[in-house]
């Protein structure tokens, strides 16, 4: 498979970590790249990858979800469990770059608007966790106050 993009290696660890007990949608997928890159892409980006790769043979759309085939699965096999983030992903991108593909496959067409709709799915669960963050800091102000008020006493 020529050329490897980026985003390739990252979205087959998303997904084979979104898929583990079934197929995976869309919002799975999407929090899953986000939990293994600590970014989320531009909507295209990810949109052109799911059509690069299903075109290759390595994710297959099932039961209103989508998931690894076979081939993807091989390719995502080897390494070891206390591997690092950028590690998996390098071998994922070496292991692609020497992937053949084997006959001809359908591809998926996920448009770049779909892609946006999962993502706005995660988006309010980004801003409760900002507010919490907000509400501690402020809560731990005051107890520093009261700490250094008790200790002038």
């Known amino acids: 498979m020529h050329p490897i993009h980026d985003v390739d290696a990252p979205l087959m ?17 999407v929090a899953a790249f986000e939990l293994t890159t600590n970014a989320i892409l531009s909507e ?24 690894l085939t076979p081939a993807a ?11 690092d983030k950028a590690g998996k992903a390098q ?29 706005a799915l995660l988006a309010p669960r980004r801003r409760v966790n900002e507010d919490y963050a907000k509400k501690d800091k402020r809560a731990a102000q005051w107890r520093q106050a009261a700490a250094a008020r008790r200790r002038k006493s």
């Open 13 to 29: 660890l998303a997904l084979a970590l979104a898929s583990k007990r079934r197929p995976a949608s869309l919002a799975e997928i």
């Open 44 to 67: 295209f980006k990810l949109s052109d990858a799911f059509f690069r790769l299903s075109k290759e043979g390595l994710i297959s759309a099932a039961e209103g979800g989508f998931t």
């Open 73 to 83: 699965e091989k390719v995502m096999e080897g390494g070891s469990k206390k591997e």
């Open 91 to 119: 071998r994922v991108k070496d292991s692609l770059a020497a992937h053949n593909v084997e006959g001809e496959h359908v591809a998926l067409v996920v448009t770049a608007g779909h892609v946006a709709e999962a993502m």
